[in-house]
């Protein structure tokens, strides 16, 4: 099983916000960065922040991220239909050398 | 631009291999860490193995230590995946991954997928 752990839903209507949270241990996300991927069912994962709180470039403001000690959290506003999907978060743990990394459960975001 | 084609996917009995490979274009490669991702049907991400840019350095999931081998070719821009030991519980969609840099890194780019399924 995961070692980082996310609720399995949320949702809200269009225009609202929904915020994700991705709760590790300290040989995770406590002395890692986190990572968050989007994946619309039936395509590959997408990078949506890394660093805890950086977007690559052509994500939107609307998702922002953030890390305070061992939980991050992934904020989506401004939800919008496409923005349906399962969202993931990541980073590098290192409870067991030589360390690997990790998926959380993921999150399945439904516009209402 | 960036791309990742996986190949070598397919049906194929227990206790069986198969071998994967992840071509990679529009990067330099040799810079950056590179991960297998699983996908079994209907469930979430799981992180199979990553190798770091020189390839020197390997890390793997339990579930898969011993039985999986990755490794790299920076001359040919290629990534593989030999799989022993193959179990149904093994069958999934295979992702590679390209990190932003090091071992530890995000996985900025992915590629589409190959589906392996593990069946007699």
């Known amino acids: 099983q995961s070692v980082l752990t996310q609720p399995p839903s949320v949702s809200a209507a269009p225009g609202q916000k929904v915020t994700i949270s991705c709760s590790g241990s300290s040989s995770s996300i406590g002395n890692n960065y986190v990572s968050w991927y989007q994946q619309v069912p039936g395509t590959a994962p997408k990078l949506l922040i890394y660093?805890?709180?950086k977007r690559p470039s052509g994500i939107p403001d609307r998702f922002s991220g953030s890390k305070s000690g061992t939980s991050a959290t992934l904020g989506i506003t401004g939800l919008q239909t496409g923005d349906e999907a399962d969202y993931y978060c990541g980073t590098w743990d290192s409870s067991l050398l030589p360390g690997s990394y990790a998926f959380g459960t993921g999150t399945k975001v439904t516009v209402l | 631009q960036v791309q990742l084609v996986e190949s070598g996917g397919g049906v194929v009995q227990p206790g069986r291999s198969l071998r994967l490979s992840c071509a990679a274009s529009g990067f330099s490669f040799s810079y950056s860490a590179m991960h297998w991702v699983r996908q079994a049907p209907g469930k979430g991400l799981e992180w199979v193995a990553a190798?770091?840019?020189?390839?020197?350095?390997?890390y793997y999931a339990d579930s898969v230590k011993g039985r999986f081998t990755m490794s790299r070719d920076n001359s040919k821009n290629s990534l593989y995946l030999q799989m022993n030991s193959l179990r149904g519980e093994d069958t999934a969609v295979y992702y590679c991954?390209?990190?932003?840099?090091?071992?530890?890194?995000?996985?900025?780019?992915w590629g589409q997928g190959t589906l392996v399924t593990v069946s007699s």
């Open positions: 190798v770091s840019q020189d390839g020197n350095d390997k």
């Open positions: 660093d805890n709180n």
């Open positions: 991954a390209k990190g932003r840099g090091g071992i530890a890194a995000a996985a900025d780019y």
